[in-house]
């Protein structure tokens, strides 16, 4: 009952890929949760507790569900900053087989997206945030590989899959986009060169 009280028009929660669950296709807002992991449940509780409460007291319930994001200023033991460090220093790679499908957003696209749908008069609900374009998980791998100049070896499949199987993480971002205008703007390759160039000056000192 926080907003009733500050008189707030809308409320923003911080939603997941995780509460669709695992899925092989481009993943909308309409499809249905199926969360297998405790972490999408309770995020998904969270959002399906919050949404008739806020529609009672006349209060939009904004929720960007967020997919993968990289970038400058992220947690040292992700996938994307530990394996650059190795691939760096020419240390051997180990991962899953990678062929699952995987997609990627920068945190300067993502804060874009999220202040978009602060500022637009937007209709309560989920709104995915992503790149839109999917790829294999070793794709990306084979790229930040080739934008290092490593002489790493790369070891797929050496890591298991885990119990609840590959996740594959495929957003479709039309809705956010046709609503908003917002796309993402910044490849790959360019967020990647960017921790690369970052990366490289840390290891030097």
């Not at 990306?140 to 070896?153: E, G, I, R």
Request: charged content about 25%; hydrophobic content about 30%; some cysteine.
């Amino acid at each position: 009952h926080y907003g009733i009280y500050a008189k707030c028009d809308w409320f923003m929660t911080m939603g997941s890929q995780a509460e669709y669950g695992p899925g092989n296709s481009n993943t909308s807002e309409e499809r249905v949760c199926k969360p297998n992991t405790e972490y999408g449940k309770w995020k998904l509780k969270l959002y399906e507790d919050a949404l008739p409460l806020c529609e009672k007291n006349a209060i939009r319930l904004l929720e960007p569900r967020l997919f993968s994001v990289y970038g400058e200023g992220d947690y040292e033991g992700t996938m994307i900053n530990t394996t650059l460090r190795k691939m760096l220093t020419n240390e051997e790679c180990d991962f899953t087989k990678s062929t699952h499908m995987w997609n990627y957003l920068h945190v300067n696209d993502l804060v874009e997206g999220l202040m978009t749908l602060m500022e637009n008069d937007v209709p309560s609900g989920a709104y995915n945030l992503g790149y839109g374009y999917s790829r294999p998980l070793k794709d990306f791998l084979l790229d930040m590989a080739h934008l290092t100049d490593t002489h790493s070896k790369m070891n797929f499949g050496t890591i298991p899959y885990p119990a609840t199987g590959a996740v594959d993480i495929s957003p479709d971002i039309t809705k956010i986009k046709n609503i908003t205008g917002w796309t993402p703007k910044i490849s790959f390759s360019e967020g990647i060169s960017h921790l690369i160039d970052l990366m490289r000056q840390d290891i030097e000192k």
